[in-house]
């Protein structure tokens, strides 16, 4: 029973991220309409981790039910993309002026001051090293989340997070193509800087400032992103996005 148990939980798992990967890279359009009959074949594994996986998907945001149990991805207007922005940023400052307030010794920013260094060390994002820079940088994000100490907090992020665009790393790869890419790059890791500063000199209102500007920094990648049809390929789900539409 437990063996049979494991065995769905791992296929559930598979049709998760291959169904995740398929939405992202724009092998469905926006508007269009998946079945579980349908998947079923293309992910080689049997309905229920479909459905279940189309469920998820949909709870994720990424997907809409439809009728006949059927499912519709998602479409996303420019206003959708800048809101989950948006709102990320708001909840990432919450985060760190939370953690500038709620820090008990400097020693609990050993960790996060360690990531930064890495990161600092990584002078250009190239093809080799983007996907050391990305998890870096999502380390970053997450270490500064855990020093809020808010689990509310932290579901709340994780759930904005599934949105393709509203990641902190969702743009490394794509901004490292873009003009001005290594200014950008001298720019937020001057802010991961500014705002663990900030935390460590309890400055909450401070930190919550940056934290928000810094999110914002990825409103700016994406404008120019989208404007080059070689870079937008770069961004995760961006065929997902209706370019031009504010509504």
Same mark, same amino acid.
């Given at each position: 029973?437990?063996?049979?148990?494991?065995? @769905?939980?791992? @296929? %559930?798992?598979?049709?998760?991220?291959?169904?995740? +990967?398929?939405?992202? %890279?724009? @092998?469905?359009?926006?508007?269009?309409?998946?079945?579980?009959?349908?998947? #079923?074949?293309?992910?080689?594994?049997?309905?229920?981790? #479909?459905?279940?996986?189309?469920?998820?998907?949909?709870?994720?945001?990424?997907?809409?039910?439809?009728?006949?149990?059927?499912?519709?991805?998602?479409?996303?207007?420019?206003?959708? *993309?800048?809101?989950?922005?948006?709102?990320?940023?708001?909840?990432?400052?919450?985060?760190?002026?939370?953690?500038?307030?709620?820090?008990?010794?400097?020693?609990?920013?050993? +960790?996060?001051?360690?990531?930064? %260094?890495?990161?600092?060390?990584?002078?250009?994002? %190239? *093809?080799?090293?983007?996907?050391?820079?990305?998890?870096?940088?999502?380390?970053?994000?997450? /270490?500064?989340?855990?020093?809020?100490? $808010? /689990?509310?907090?932290?579901?709340?992020?994780?759930? #904005?997070?599934?949105?393709?665009?509203? $990641?902190?790393?969702?743009? #490394?790869?794509?901004? $490292?193509?873009?003009?001005?890419? /290594?200014?950008?790059?001298?720019?937020? @890791?001057?802010?991961?800087?500014?705002?663990?500063?900030? *935390?460590?000199?309890?400055?909450?209102?401070? &930190?919550?400032?940056?934290?928000?500007?810094?999110?914002?920094?990825?409103?700016?990648?994406?404008?120019? &992103?989208?404007?080059?049809?070689?870079?937008?390929?770069? *961004?995760?789900?961006?065929?997902?996005?209706?370019?031009?539409?504010?509504?």
């Amino acid at each position: 029973m437990q063996h049979n148990e494991a065995s @769905q939980e791992s @296929q %559930t798992g598979r049709a998760l991220l291959a169904l995740r +990967e398929l939405l992202l %890279t724009g @092998q469905f359009s926006p508007g269009e309409h998946l079945s579980e009959l349908q998947l #079923v074949s293309r992910l080689g594994v049997s309905r229920t981790p #479909v459905r279940q996986a189309l469920n998820r998907l949909a709870h994720e945001g990424l997907l809409e039910a439809a009728r006949f149990n059927r499912f519709r991805v998602r479409e996303f207007t420019m206003r959708d *993309v800048w809101d989950a922005i948006e709102l990320r940023g708001v909840l990432e400052g919450t985060a760190a002026r939370l953690a500038a307030e709620r820090l008990s010794n400097t020693g609990e920013l050993d +960790e996060i001051r360690e990531l930064q %260094t890495r990161m600092d060390a990584i002078t250009h994002t %190239t *093809v080799d090293t983007f996907g050391l820079y990305m998890d870096l940088n999502e380390a970053f994000h997450a /270490a500064l989340i855990g020093l809020a100490k $808010s /689990a509310m907090l932290f579901r709340s992020i994780e759930h #904005v997070k599934t949105l393709p665009f509203a $990641s902190p790393s969702a743009l #490394v790869f794509a901004r $490292s193509k873009l003009p001005r890419a /290594a200014e950008m790059i001298i720019v937020g @890791q001057e802010q991961h800087h500014a705002i663990l500063d900030a *935390v460590e000199h309890r400055q909450g209102t401070r &930190a919550e400032a940056l934290a928000r500007e810094h999110a914002l920094l990825s409103r700016r990648n994406l404008e120019m &992103a989208l404007t080059d049809e070689r870079i937008r390929d770069c *961004v995760p789900g961006a065929s997902l996005i209706l370019v031009g539409s504010d509504r």
